[in-house]
Protein backbone atom coordinates (compact mmCIF):
# COMPACT_ATOMS: atom_id res chain seq x y z
CA UNK A 1 0.00 0.00 0.00
CA UNK A 2 2.76 2.21 0.75
CA UNK A 3 4.66 1.83 -2.65
CA UNK A 4 1.41 2.23 -4.41
CA UNK A 5 0.83 5.52 -2.39
CA UNK A 6 4.29 6.49 -2.94
CA UNK A 7 4.19 6.06 -6.54
CA UNK A 8 0.86 7.77 -7.41
CA UNK A 9 2.07 10.56 -5.40
CA UNK A 10 5.41 10.67 -7.63
CA UNK A 11 2.76 10.63 -10.50
CA UNK A 12 0.73 13.65 -9.28
CA UNK A 13 3.66 15.67 -8.84
CA UNK A 14 5.39 14.49 -12.33
CA UNK A 15 1.78 15.66 -14.03
CA UNK A 16 2.14 19.09 -11.77
CA UNK A 17 5.00 19.59 -13.79
CA UNK A 18 3.89 19.59 -17.11
CA UNK A 19 3.07 23.14 -18.42
CA UNK A 20 -0.46 22.79 -19.69
CA UNK A 21 0.53 26.38 -21.48
CA UNK A 22 3.14 24.15 -23.85
CA UNK A 23 0.59 21.01 -23.66
CA UNK A 24 -1.86 22.16 -25.34
CA UNK A 25 0.17 24.47 -28.13
CA UNK A 26 1.76 20.95 -28.57
CA UNK A 27 -1.59 19.05 -28.46
CA UNK A 28 -2.79 21.62 -31.30
CA UNK A 29 -0.07 21.50 -33.47
CA UNK A 30 1.43 18.33 -33.05
CA UNK A 31 -1.41 16.50 -33.75
CA UNK A 32 -1.83 17.87 -36.85
CA UNK A 33 1.71 17.51 -38.00
CA UNK A 34 2.06 14.09 -36.88
CA UNK A 35 -1.20 12.12 -36.46
CA UNK A 36 -1.26 8.75 -34.69
CA UNK A 37 2.98 9.57 -34.04
CA UNK A 38 1.72 12.18 -31.07
CA UNK A 39 -0.40 9.93 -29.55
CA UNK A 40 2.93 7.68 -28.75
CA UNK A 41 5.36 10.67 -26.76
CA UNK A 42 5.85 10.05 -23.08
CA UNK A 43 8.19 11.81 -21.08
CA UNK A 44 10.62 8.81 -19.21
CA UNK A 45 12.07 8.97 -15.91
CA UNK A 46 16.07 10.61 -15.53
CA UNK A 47 18.73 9.57 -13.88
CA UNK A 48 20.88 12.13 -11.64
CA UNK A 49 24.11 13.53 -13.34
CA UNK A 50 28.08 14.27 -12.17
CA UNK A 51 28.84 17.36 -10.89
CA UNK A 52 31.64 19.49 -12.04
CA UNK A 53 34.99 19.13 -10.31
CA UNK A 54 37.69 20.95 -11.56
CA UNK A 55 40.53 18.64 -12.34
CA UNK A 56 38.75 15.49 -12.31
CA UNK A 57 37.29 14.05 -15.25
CA UNK A 58 33.26 12.32 -15.12
CA UNK A 59 33.31 8.66 -15.64
CA UNK A 60 29.51 9.38 -17.79
CA UNK A 61 27.71 11.58 -19.87
CA UNK A 62 24.11 11.61 -19.47
CA UNK A 63 22.77 12.25 -23.40
CA UNK A 64 19.25 11.31 -25.16
CA UNK A 65 20.53 8.15 -27.46
CA UNK A 66 18.87 10.25 -30.18
CA UNK A 67 21.06 12.61 -30.19
CA UNK A 68 24.04 10.28 -31.19
CA UNK A 69 22.53 10.13 -34.51
CA UNK A 70 23.51 13.55 -36.08
CA UNK A 71 27.24 12.68 -34.68
CA UNK A 72 27.08 9.26 -36.66
CA UNK A 73 25.43 11.01 -39.52
CA UNK A 74 28.48 13.42 -39.93
CA UNK A 75 30.76 9.96 -40.77
CA UNK A 76 33.45 11.52 -38.86
CA UNK A 77 36.98 10.25 -39.94
CA UNK A 78 40.76 10.90 -37.78
CA UNK A 79 42.50 13.87 -39.41
CA UNK A 80 39.34 15.83 -40.17
CA UNK A 81 38.76 19.49 -39.21
CA UNK A 82 35.50 19.66 -38.15
CA UNK A 83 33.28 22.58 -36.87
CA UNK A 84 30.10 22.16 -33.97
CA UNK A 85 28.35 25.67 -34.48
CA UNK A 86 26.24 25.60 -31.54
CA UNK A 87 28.24 23.29 -29.29
CA UNK A 88 26.78 24.19 -25.85
CA UNK A 89 26.21 21.90 -23.79
CA UNK A 90 29.01 20.09 -25.14
CA UNK A 91 27.72 16.35 -24.85
CA UNK A 92 27.86 16.04 -28.92
CA UNK A 93 31.11 17.63 -29.01
CA UNK A 94 32.74 14.47 -26.68
CA UNK A 95 30.80 12.03 -28.37
CA UNK A 96 32.39 13.33 -32.23
CA UNK A 97 35.71 12.54 -30.26
CA UNK A 98 34.86 9.03 -29.48
CA UNK A 99 33.87 8.71 -33.18
CA UNK A 100 37.61 9.43 -34.68
CA UNK A 101 40.76 11.24 -33.59
CA UNK A 102 40.03 14.98 -35.37
CA UNK A 103 42.44 17.08 -36.51
CA UNK A 104 41.20 19.50 -35.22
CA UNK A 105 37.81 20.18 -33.39
CA UNK A 106 36.64 24.05 -33.24
CA UNK A 107 33.44 23.95 -30.57
CA UNK A 108 31.49 27.64 -30.78
CA UNK A 109 28.81 28.66 -28.69
CA UNK A 110 27.11 32.56 -28.43
CA UNK A 111 25.60 32.55 -25.40
CA UNK A 112 28.08 33.71 -22.68
CA UNK A 113 25.78 31.52 -20.09
CA UNK A 114 25.86 28.31 -22.25
CA UNK A 115 29.92 28.82 -23.22
CA UNK A 116 30.77 28.28 -19.73
CA UNK A 117 28.58 24.93 -19.72
CA UNK A 118 30.19 24.39 -22.76
CA UNK A 119 33.80 24.75 -20.97
CA UNK A 120 33.47 22.99 -18.17
CA UNK A 121 31.80 20.13 -20.12
CA UNK A 122 34.89 19.51 -21.80
CA UNK A 123 37.06 19.96 -18.64
CA UNK A 124 35.11 16.94 -17.52
CA UNK A 125 35.58 14.64 -20.26
CA UNK A 126 38.23 15.57 -22.63
CA UNK A 127 41.78 14.18 -21.17
CA UNK A 128 44.22 16.65 -21.62
CA UNK A 129 46.10 15.20 -24.45
CA UNK A 130 43.48 15.84 -26.62
CA UNK A 131 43.07 19.74 -25.26
CA UNK A 132 45.35 21.35 -27.95
CA UNK A 133 43.42 19.84 -30.67
CA UNK A 134 40.01 21.57 -29.51
CA UNK A 135 39.45 25.33 -29.95
CA UNK A 136 36.30 26.63 -28.38
CA UNK A 137 34.74 30.28 -29.35
CA UNK A 138 31.84 32.57 -28.75
CA UNK A 139 31.05 34.20 -32.00
CA UNK A 140 27.91 34.60 -33.30
CA UNK A 141 27.23 31.45 -35.36
CA UNK A 142 25.83 33.29 -38.57
CA UNK A 143 29.57 34.95 -38.68
CA UNK A 144 31.28 31.73 -39.06
CA UNK A 145 31.10 31.35 -42.56
CA UNK A 146 32.93 35.13 -42.87
CA UNK A 147 35.38 34.59 -40.25
CA UNK A 148 36.25 30.63 -41.60
CA UNK A 149 35.31 30.07 -44.78
CA UNK A 150 35.71 26.94 -46.92
CA UNK A 151 37.71 25.99 -43.33
CA UNK A 152 36.52 22.62 -42.58
CA UNK A 153 35.32 18.99 -43.92
CA UNK A 154 32.37 18.43 -41.40
CA UNK A 155 29.95 21.04 -39.62
CA UNK A 156 27.42 20.29 -37.23
CA UNK A 157 24.76 22.42 -36.97
CA UNK A 158 22.82 21.33 -33.94
CA UNK A 159 20.68 25.10 -33.82
CA UNK A 160 18.87 26.81 -31.61
CA UNK A 161 15.37 24.85 -31.46
CA UNK A 162 12.11 25.17 -29.64
CA UNK A 163 13.30 22.12 -27.55
CA UNK A 164 9.88 20.05 -27.21
CA UNK A 165 10.88 18.15 -23.81
CA UNK A 166 12.47 21.09 -21.84
CA UNK A 167 9.76 23.25 -22.78
CA UNK A 168 6.88 21.02 -22.01
CA UNK A 169 8.16 21.48 -18.45
CA UNK A 170 8.17 24.90 -18.03
CA UNK A 171 6.99 26.10 -14.51
CA UNK A 172 6.24 29.41 -15.28
CA UNK A 173 3.67 29.60 -17.65
CA UNK A 174 4.24 33.46 -18.81
CA UNK A 175 7.48 32.39 -19.78
CA UNK A 176 5.95 29.47 -21.25
CA UNK A 177 3.32 31.55 -23.30
CA UNK A 178 6.68 34.15 -24.17
CA UNK A 179 8.84 30.90 -25.54
CA UNK A 180 5.96 29.89 -27.83
CA UNK A 181 5.58 33.29 -29.05
CA UNK A 182 9.39 33.53 -29.72
CA UNK A 183 9.26 30.27 -31.46
CA UNK A 184 7.81 31.78 -34.72
CA UNK A 185 11.34 33.53 -35.10
CA UNK A 186 13.54 30.54 -34.94
CA UNK A 187 13.32 29.12 -38.64
CA UNK A 188 14.65 32.16 -39.62
CA UNK A 189 18.09 31.71 -37.55
CA UNK A 190 18.27 28.32 -38.22
CA UNK A 191 18.23 29.51 -41.70
CA UNK A 192 21.13 32.23 -41.26
CA UNK A 193 22.92 29.77 -38.94
CA UNK A 194 22.91 27.25 -42.14
CA UNK A 195 24.04 29.61 -44.93
CA UNK A 196 26.39 30.63 -42.22
CA UNK A 197 27.93 27.15 -41.69
CA UNK A 198 27.63 26.40 -45.68
CA UNK A 199 29.80 29.16 -46.47
CA UNK A 200 32.74 27.72 -43.30
CA UNK A 201 32.19 24.27 -45.16
CA UNK A 202 34.58 23.20 -48.09
CA UNK A 203 33.30 21.57 -51.23
CA UNK A 204 33.02 17.92 -50.98
CA UNK A 205 32.12 18.42 -47.31
CA UNK A 206 29.05 17.02 -45.30
CA UNK A 207 27.00 19.39 -43.49
CA UNK A 208 24.82 17.91 -40.74
CA UNK A 209 21.67 19.85 -38.94
CA UNK A 210 19.77 18.56 -36.37
CA UNK A 211 17.11 20.10 -33.55
CA UNK A 212 15.11 18.55 -30.71
CA UNK A 213 11.65 19.74 -31.48
CA UNK A 214 9.07 17.95 -33.40
CA UNK A 215 8.40 21.18 -35.41
CA UNK A 216 7.73 21.25 -39.34
CA UNK A 217 8.61 24.94 -39.61
CA UNK A 218 12.13 23.96 -37.32
CA UNK A 219 13.15 21.11 -39.41
CA UNK A 220 11.90 20.01 -42.75
CA UNK A 221 10.71 23.56 -44.07
CA UNK A 222 14.03 24.93 -42.69
CA UNK A 223 16.00 22.02 -44.94
CA UNK A 224 13.82 22.46 -47.71
CA UNK A 225 14.33 26.42 -47.85
CA UNK A 226 18.15 25.50 -47.68
CA UNK A 227 17.81 23.30 -51.15
CA UNK A 228 16.22 25.83 -52.99
CA UNK A 229 18.52 28.31 -51.98
CA UNK A 230 21.50 26.41 -52.08
CA UNK A 231 22.36 25.21 -55.73
CA UNK A 232 26.04 23.69 -54.29
CA UNK A 233 24.34 21.59 -51.46
CA UNK A 234 23.16 18.25 -52.56
CA UNK A 235 20.96 15.98 -50.02
CA UNK A 236 22.30 12.58 -49.12
CA UNK A 237 19.96 9.71 -48.61
CA UNK A 238 19.81 8.57 -44.67
CA UNK A 239 17.27 5.93 -45.13
CA UNK A 240 19.75 3.30 -44.87
CA UNK A 241 20.76 4.82 -40.77
CA UNK A 242 17.20 4.85 -40.40
CA UNK A 243 16.72 1.17 -41.44
CA UNK A 244 20.04 0.16 -39.30
CA UNK A 245 18.54 2.15 -36.25
CA UNK A 246 14.75 0.83 -36.31
CA UNK A 247 15.12 -1.11 -33.43
CA UNK A 248 16.18 1.51 -31.29
CA UNK A 249 14.53 4.27 -32.54
CA UNK A 250 10.18 4.96 -34.11
CA UNK A 251 11.10 7.32 -36.70
CA UNK A 252 7.77 9.96 -37.76
CA UNK A 253 7.76 10.07 -41.92
CA UNK A 254 9.16 13.56 -42.85
CA UNK A 255 8.74 13.48 -46.59
CA UNK A 256 12.50 14.39 -46.73
CA UNK A 257 15.10 10.84 -47.91
CA UNK A 258 17.79 13.61 -46.38
CA UNK A 259 16.06 13.68 -43.20
CA UNK A 260 14.79 11.97 -40.14
CA UNK A 261 12.34 12.47 -36.89
CA UNK A 262 12.45 10.55 -33.92
CA UNK A 263 9.62 10.53 -31.93
CA UNK A 264 9.49 8.98 -28.20
CA UNK A 265 7.16 5.92 -27.82
CA UNK A 266 6.78 3.75 -25.11
CA UNK A 267 10.02 1.63 -25.19
CA UNK A 268 11.73 3.74 -26.90
CA UNK A 269 11.69 7.12 -25.13
CA UNK A 270 14.60 9.00 -26.99
CA UNK A 271 13.91 11.74 -29.09
CA UNK A 272 12.38 14.10 -30.27
CA UNK A 273 15.49 14.79 -32.73
CA UNK A 274 15.44 15.64 -36.65
CA UNK A 275 18.27 14.85 -38.29
CA UNK A 276 19.17 15.93 -41.90
CA UNK A 277 22.75 15.30 -44.23
CA UNK A 278 23.58 17.71 -47.00
CA UNK A 279 26.73 17.54 -49.19
CA UNK A 280 28.45 20.89 -50.35
CA UNK A 281 29.13 19.94 -54.23
CA UNK A 282 31.97 21.24 -55.67
CA UNK A 283 29.76 23.63 -58.65
CA UNK A 284 27.17 25.39 -57.84
Known sequence: MLLTRLKAESERKLAKQICKVVLDHFEKQYSKELGDSW????????????????????????????????????????????????????????????????????????????????????????????????KVSELDGREMGDAEPEMFDKVLVDAPCSNDRSWLFSSDSQKAACRISHRRKLPVLQIELLRSAIKSLRPGGLLVYSTCTLSKAENQDVISEILNSHSNMVPVDMTDMARTCSRDFTFAPTGQECGLLVVPERGKAWGPMYVAKLKKSWTG
Open 39 to 134: NTVRIPDRMPSERHQIGSLKKYYLLNAASLLPVLALELQDGEKVLDLCAAPGGKSVALLQCAYPGYLHCNEYDSLRLRWLRQTLESFIPQSLVNEI
